[in-house]
């Protein structure tokens, strides 16, 4: 079984700024991936970011890059030049296998002011 | 549009009744997921069906059951409905293994029991 925690129930950031989003997960595997899913106020579930565990490199999407930690199974996600469309719900997430269920953490409110 | 189509969008209906839930996966992809998020709470993994086969069965209730046909689209049957069904249910679809873009979710149904 897996966990994934989000400690910040809610983070806000001035427009422009920067801000990094927590999540530490807990698994068994030795072999896994970890995601960050965004959920704008329409509800939709779209994906930010994804990291395969073997890989060191931490990935990089635009605006949006990831701190995978791990030995310290932290996956944090840092929001550059945040911009008023980042505002949503971020979830954090991990699946054990290619072919295994998503878990996920109980998300993080990202306010962004303008 | 995601590729995966939810059906439908919204339902409202009574206590006691039984409602299907319809789901087409993205064009190609063999898994589909059923996903249950209740307000204020994280997305609780249902269950997963894998090219007709049952994969994976999370918290998913006794009168909640679930079937993906041979082409390959999946019906979440809800029956004996209470107010605490309430909820956004998203389907989700992924390929044979995990791709670069990760799972694809649909915009998902919003059920409301009165």
């Known amino acids: 079984a897996q966990t994934v925690t989000q400690s910040q129930p809610e983070m806000s950031v001035q427009e422009a700024e920067t801000v990094t989003l927590s999540c530490t997960y807990d698994?068994?595997?030795?072999?896994?991936?970890l995601f960050w899913y965004k959920q704008p106020p329409s509800r939709q579930m779209i994906l930010v970011i994804r990291?395969?565990?073997?890989?060191?490199q931490n990935a990089t999407e635009n605006r949006f890059s990831v701190n995978f930690q791990k030995a310290a199974k932290s996956f944090s996600l840092k929001i550059s030049d945040s911009q008023l469309g980042d505002a949503a719900m971020y979830f954090c997430?991990?699946?054990?296998?290619?072919?295994?269920?998503?878990?996920f953490g109980q998300g993080t409110i990202l306010t962004v002011h303008p | 549009d995601s590729g995966v189509t939810q059906t439908p969008k919204h339902l409202i209906t009574a206590t006691g009744q039984r409602v299907t839930l319809r789901c087409s996966p993205r064009?190609?992809?063999?898994?589909v997921y059923w996903y249950q998020q209740s307000l204020d709470q994280g997305l609780q993994f249902l269950i997963q069906?894998?090219?007709?086969?049952?994969?994976a069965k999370g918290n998913i209730l006794e009168r909640f059951s679930a079937q993906q046909f041979p082409d390959l689209h999946s019906e979440l049957n809800l029956s004996s409905l209470e107010l605490g069904d309430s909820a956004l249910y998203f389907c989700?679809?992924?390929?044979?293994?995990?791709?670069?873009?990760?799972?694809?979710f649909g915009s998902g149904t919003r059920l409301t029991v009165v």
């Open positions: 698994t068994s595997e030795s072999d896994y991936y």
């Open positions: 064009s190609g992809d063999l898994s």
């Open positions: 997430a991990c699946s054990p296998t290619s072919y295994g269920k998503l878990t």
């Open positions: 990291q395969e565990a073997y890989k060191q």
């Open positions: 989700a679809s992924s390929p044979r293994g995990i791709s670069n873009y990760g799972y694809t």
């Open positions: 069906y894998y090219n007709g086969e049952e994969r």
